[in-house]
């Protein structure tokens, strides 16, 4: 008689547990600060990532919008198409495609794309 428990049960509900894990972990990636990408723009160029922070300016019009997050490492321009820009003071987290505008000296500016947005 076979137990429900047998070695090939067992290693099937072990891979799907590890897969559900995988996944799960996948679709929590961390946030960025925002001075780590200021700091090195041409690595993150391009790219997607996650910050957040506090909305210090904000301007929008039919569902589009701007407007600047700070972290306490640094402040990042966000443009935003569909979504309009939330209100100055409110707490926000933001996907999107980072794009370094330029470098001078030891002053970096950048714009991040967003793509989604997620309770901080």
Known sequence: MKSAHSRPAMLARAAALSILVLGFTAGCRGTVPIGELLDDPGRYDGETVRVKGRVTESVGALGYGGY????????????????????????VGIEGIFHSVFTFGNRSEAVLEERDRFDP
């Open 68 to 91: 600047r997050i700070q972290d306490g490492t640094g402040t990042l321009n966000v443009v935003s198409r569909g979504r309009g820009a939330p209100t100055e003071g409110a707490r």
